[in-house]
């Protein structure tokens, strides 16, 4: 499993991965359940990749807030995304001490959790999977 392959689409719960792509949708497989659906190409979809959070510095990749919590539970699943606000908003400052409480509401933090969650039940090692290289182009 790839993580530059994985999605979120809105309105479905839970994650994809992308297997092919055509003309008018993308072909994707159920993290959860491993069904193949289509997705069409006018559906709002997020490649996981791409994804960033606020902090009061700068945006940190999706994947090294993933990373460090995957450091900070062992490879174990998180807590729920279900858990009180209080308790979601404690761990998350844990994992991202510097990030923007103003920007960054309870129902993203959830979501993170949550796809985390799924994607170490999926069998995700996040220890062997790198950063991608910042882009010099990106930075001027």
């Known amino acids: 499993m790839e993580f530059n ?34 997705i069409s190409t006018s559906q709002n979809v997020s490649l996981l990749e791409n994804i960033a959070m606020y902090t009061y510095e700068e945006d940190i990749p999706l994947l090294q807030v993933l990373k460090t919590m995957f450091e900070k539970t062992a490879g174990a699943e998180a807590i729920s995304h279900k858990e009180s606000e209080g308790k979601l908003t404690a761990f998350f400052a844990e994992v991202l001490p510097d990030y923007d409480s103003e ?6 933090i959830k979501k993170v959790i949550q796809w985390f969650n799924l994607l170490v039940k999926a069998g995700m090692d996040f220890s062997k999977i790198e950063m991608p290289k910042a882009d010099p182009e990106k930075s001027k």
């Not at 920007?103 to 993203?108: A, E, I, K, L």
Request: no cysteine; net charge positive.
């Open 103 to 108: 920007r960054v509401y309870t129902s993203n």
């Open 5 to 38: 392959k994985i999605i979120a689409v809105s309105g479905k719960p839970g994650l994809f991965q992308v297997i092919s792509q055509s003309k008018s949708a993308i072909i994707v497989t159920g993290l959860t359940d491993a069904k193949k659906i289509a």
